[in-house]
């Protein structure tokens, strides 16, 4: 599949901006955000809760004289408290004031896609659906998703609303997707789109550390048979990342943090290469880390 919903303005197959790392400095951000756009990404992703709803005015600010030519993406439904500390909020009420909240950070009259960012099977999905269904109904959101790795939840999203994505964490030290959330999502035509990738670096020579299930030395050698094939192939270990969760059907764009000019160049470098992985290194790729699944949320 490999789509979102088949609209033209939507990238497929590519990379994404992960605007949460960006830095303070407006300016080097504005300059950072801008050159991505002009050379080819097109999704930018942020939440009202990044920085406080500053990062969403940092993002509004640098692609609004590019907006009609941009998808900008972002969350709701986590609360900030007078302690500072976050709830869950998933009430109609609380998502329609959100989304008049973003507008105004953003400088912009619509999102383009709206992300519930989290959800549990306790909250009060149909009530959650009726506000984006509204919003959409007035224009203020193109389309909705959501942003989660529970498999109960994504089910009851795939089956009760007309969510166009899912934001997960998906990768090699991260292969619990594949179990059976990235076959139903293929299946209902719903495009995923992947965070975490790279597994916060891990997978392109960051020092190995323990990561999920995984040990130190499990996660060295899952990113040394990474590198290894890169070498093979004459790219690098970004590529192969990146190549090893495009071989899912059903995911349409990753989203990579990138707060330096480096590591935008990367990214979309990365993209200039973007090629499909073959099936025996994929074989080899999944040989070298041991699987596991979901514990909770089933």
């Given at each position: 599949m490999n789509t979102l919903l088949g609209q033209s303005?939507?990238?497929?197959?590519?990379?994404?901006?992960?605007?949460?790392?960006?830095s303070d400095n407006s300016k080097s951000n504005q300059q950072l955000l801008r050159k991505a756009a002009e050379e080819g990404i097109t999704l930018f992703d942020t939440a009202d809760i990044y920085q406080d709803g500053i990062n969403e005015m940092l993002v509004g600010e640098a692609l609004a004289p590019l907006r009609h030519e941009v998808?900008?993406?972002?969350?709701?439904?986590?609360?900030?408290?007078?302690d500072g500390s976050l709830s869950w909020n998933p009430?109609?009420?609380?998502?329609?004031?959100?989304a008049e909240n973003s507008l105004k950070r953003l400088g912009t009259d619509y999102i383009d896609l709206y992300q519930l960012h989290?959800?549990?099977?306790?909250?009060?999905?149909?009530?959650?659906?009726?506000?984006?269904?509204?919003?959409?109904?007035?224009?203020?959101?193109?389309?909705?998703?959501?942003?989660?790795?529970?498999?109960?939840?994504?089910?009851?999203?795939?089956?009760r609303s007309n969510i166009i994505s899912v934001m997960m964490q998906y990768s090699l030290l991260d292969r619990r997707p594949e179990e059976s959330v990235l076959g139903l999502l293929e299946e209902r035509g719903i495009s995923t789109i992947v965070r975490g990738a790279v597994a916060s670096g891990l997978l392109i020579g960051k020092e190995p550390v323990t990561y999920l299930q995984f040990t130190?030395?499990?996660?060295?050698?899952?990113?040394?048979?990474?590198?290894?094939?890169?070498?093979?192939?004459?790219t690098d270990s970004l590529d192969v990342a990146l190549a090893y969760v495009f071989a899912e059907p059903a995911v349409s764009t990753v989203?990579?943090?990138?707060?330096?000019?480096?590591?935008?160049?990367?990214?979309?470098?990365?993209?200039?290469?973007?090629?499909?992985?073959?099936?025996?290194?994929?074989?080899?790729?999944?040989?070298?880390?041991?699987?596991?699944?979901?514990?909770?949320?089933?």
């Open positions: 303005d939507l990238a497929v197959n590519t990379v994404s901006f992960g605007c949460m790392s960006l998808v900008i993406a972002t969350k709701v439904g986590n609360q900030r408290q007078p009430s109609k009420d609380y998502i329609v004031k959100s989290g959800g549990t099977a306790e909250d009060d999905i149909d009530e959650t659906i009726e506000a984006f269904e509204l919003l959409k109904q007035q224009g203020k959101i193109r389309w909705y998703g959501i942003s989660s790795i529970r498999p109960n939840v994504i089910r009851e999203y795939v089956d130190d030395s499990e996660v060295a050698k899952a990113a040394k048979t990474l590198s290894a094939i890169a070498s093979e192939l004459g989203a990579l943090g990138m707060r330096t000019p480096l590591q935008l160049d990367e990214a979309l470098r990365a993209m200039e290469r973007m090629r499909a992985i073959d099936p025996q290194h994929l074989t080899v790729l999944r040989h070298a880390v041991r699987e596991f699944t979901y514990d909770n949320h089933r």
